[in-house]
């Protein structure tokens, strides 16, 4: 890619959320990915172009630096800030516009400090040769997987009651989305294959912002908030059908959409559980499942069939979950912390710098969050530690996970170079096709230090609107 030869028309509409906007090129696997802001300010940009690409470069080394060593180098692709003609920026936010979600359009690209993050695109993943198959990849946003038990939590409910399902009865209320989403993370996090298989088959029924399955780099399956049509799962059991076709089902393709839909859950969930590729030697979480069982979920666990091993501790959920953990306190039990540190700055408002209250995100960094002492020894040290482990965490609960699925050729599956007889009865044989997955992890921005006081807000909101319609909405 020459940066200095950068042409609108190599590139395409690939996605976005709520602070950035993703285009990907049409023949390489690459992405940029370009920051956005509300569009009251577009006529007048918030911040500098010098601020811009500081800002970029601080995710490239919070990812880098920070979350990659807690989450695991092999699930990281931090990318590298490029600094792109303004010409070029201006063309492609036109060129992008009109496919962009009227939803998402409060927010407008930033087309004046020409940086943005280039990324390789994970959703056309260059695993093996090509085949004639074109790879699914399945995006993942599953949130907080754990409840909170920390002392400071001063309602009960916070305690039986995921914070995603409470957030999703707010979210209802305030008109944010028509349904609640019936997924629960405390089930996708839980290791129990039948647990994550009912919190998978909720995310597709009610993706919204936590699921989408992209083919062949293509987006083919999200949530369409706002228009009214219900998700076409006939046209996502269309694209999936060719991929589990196996046994008799290829010959006279018949094979219900049920169980086309139950063998793709089932590839996922491998997936999730896998070490993301390479295989170690694997302990297993064992007390992880009793220990998060949220009371909203509408899964029966007297269904339960096996128990859990729990997560596989190389497995992408079980190094999410971790650092999720580092928020230890709640957001109750933080706050008074953060106001210690707030209180600190306005005396010596220089300690900022060696506090690396707004980074750098570097070695010495990490090294603040991980040797935090265990008891508050009231000290301005101890509440910036736990503060930077509070923002990781947070970082972790708004991640996503992308499962990148690439169909196994004919020949990969016999690899013994077995007679073409012998290749033909295998491809009609009975057993599910196989699949090799690579796993990443995306969207690992560093949260501000100001979020923080807005956190406490957010929760105290959530909470009072569930304990006052909890359980009484549809
Ligand atoms: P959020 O609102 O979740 O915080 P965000 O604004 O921080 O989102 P991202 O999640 O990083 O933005 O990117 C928006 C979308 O673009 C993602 O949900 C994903 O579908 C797509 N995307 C981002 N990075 C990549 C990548 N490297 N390869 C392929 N697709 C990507
Ligand atoms: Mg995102
Ligand atoms: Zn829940
Ligand atoms: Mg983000």
């Not at 699921?211 to 062949?216: A, C, L, N, V």
Request: with cysteine.
């Amino acid at each position: 890619m020459e940066l200095d030869k950068m042409d609108e028309n190599d590139w395409k509409y690939h996605g976005e959320g709520n602070k950035s906007l993703v285009v990907s090129h049409v023949q390489f696997s690459r992405v940029l990915r370009l920051l956005k802001y509300p569009a009251e300010d577009s006529e007048n940009p918030p911040q500098t172009a010098e601020q811009a690409f500081r800002q970029i470069q601080n995710i490239v080394d919070f990812s880098s630096n920070v979350m990659s060593s807690l989450l695991g180098e092999k699930f990281i692709h931090s990318g590298e800030v490029v600094k792109l003609p303004l010409e070029f920026v201006r063309q492609l936010s036109i060129k992008v516009q009109h496919q962009r979600p009227a939803w998402r359009c409060d927010k407008v690209m930033d087309i004046y400090s020409g940086c943005a993050l280039c990324l390789p695109n994970l959703t056309s993943p260059a695993l093996h040769q090509p085949t004639h198959t074109p790879p699914l990849c399945i995006e993942i946003k599953p949130k907080c997987g754990f409840l909170p038990s920390s002392k400071h939590v001063s309602k009960d409910i916070k305690t039986k009651v995921c914070r995603f399902c409470m957030h999703q009865h707010y979210k209802v209320a305030n008109g944010k989305w028509k349904r609640r989403s019936l997924y629960c993370p405390l089930d996708l996090f839980s290791g129990n294959r039948q647990r994550m298989h009912f919190a998978i088959r909720h995310l597709i029924e009610e993706p919204q912002n936590n699921f989408k399955i992209f083919k062949g780099g293509q987006c083919i399956y999200s949530s369409k908030e706002g228009s009214d049509d219900s998700l076409d799962l006939n046209s996502l059991l269309h694209h999936l059908r060719p991929y589990f076709m196996y046994g008799n089902n290829r010959i006279n393709s018949h094979m219900t959409g049920k169980a086309v839909l139950n063998d793709f859950i089932q590839v996922l969930v491998n997936a999730l559980l896998s070490g993301g590729g390479g295989d170690g030697g694997v302990v297993m979480d064992r007390q992880g499942e009793g220990r998060s069982f949220c009371e909203a979920s509408h899964f029966n666990r007297e269904r339960i069939r096996h128990g859990s091993q729990g997560l596989p501790s190389d497995s992408v959920l079980f190094r999410i979950l971790q650092t999720q953990m580092l928020d230890t306190l709640d957001i109750e039990g933080l706050h008074p912390l953060y106001r210690r540190v707030e209180q600190h700055l306005q005396d010596f408002p220089k300690e900022r710098t060696r506090l690396q209250i707004d980074g750098p995100y570097n070695e010495a960094f990490l090294e603040k969050l991980q040797k935090c002492p265990t008891e508050d020894d009231g000290s301005v040290e101890y509440a910036v530690a736990k503060v930077h482990q509070y923002r990781v965490a947070m970082t972790a609960k708004d991640c996503s996970i992308m499962v990148a699925l690439v169909p196994s050729t004919e020949e990969e599956e016999d690899d013994e170079g077995l007679p073409s007889q012998r290749r033909h009865r295998d491809f009609l044989s009975s057993r599910p096709p196989a699949f090799s997955y690579s796993v990443s992890i995306l969207d690992l921005d560093p949260k501000p230090f100001d979020s923080i006081p807005r956190q406490l807000r957010l929760d105290q909101r959530i909470v009072s609107c569930y304990l006052r319609t909890g359980g009484s909405l549809p």
